[in-house]
Nanobody, 122 residues
Framework: QVLLVESGGGGVQAGGSLRLSCAAAGRTYPPYYTGWFRQAPGKEREFVAAISWGGSATDYADFVKGRFTISRANAKSTVYLQMNSLKPEDTAVYYC???????????????WGQGTQVTVSS
């Protein structure tokens, strides 16, 4: 089993920053790609960013490019999402997800965390 636990969410004013963490536990090898997704109330889940096993390859949704940065710890067990210049429309539950393929499509993530709430006000 793969257990993913997100943390770091909370409330922030527009223009502020948050760093989300995704910690993997259980059967974490091989980690393959790890992605961040988000879902706002009444909206579909959408892809935010992803990072490869080695951390050298990244993929970003257009609406977060230049604002969000995904990274992986050297130990490979934790993935971060640094969110800067946050906007009210970034308000959503953010989910960490793990793929079972070395090069997954954005709809090919199989393991999901429970999510962490991000609320951007004003």
């Amino acid at each position: 089993q793969v257990l993913l636990v997100e943390s770091g969410g909370g409330g922030v004013q527009a223009g502020g920053s948050l760093r989300l963490s995704c910690a993997a536990a259980g059967r974490t090898y091989p980690p393959y790609y790890t992605g961040w997704f988000r879902q706002a109330p009444g909206k579909e889940r959408e892809f935010v960013a992803a990072i490869s096993w080695g951390g050298s390859a990244t993929d970003y949704a257009d609406f977060v490019k230049g604002r969000f940065t995904i990274s992986r710890a050297n130990a490979k067990s934790t993935v971060y999402l640094q969110m800067n210049s946050l906007k009210p429309e970034d308000t959503a539950v953010y989910y960490c997800a793990r793929a079972r393929k070395r090069t997954p499509q954005r709809n090919e993530y199989d393991y999901w965390g429970q999510g962490t709430q991000v609320t951007v006000s004003s």
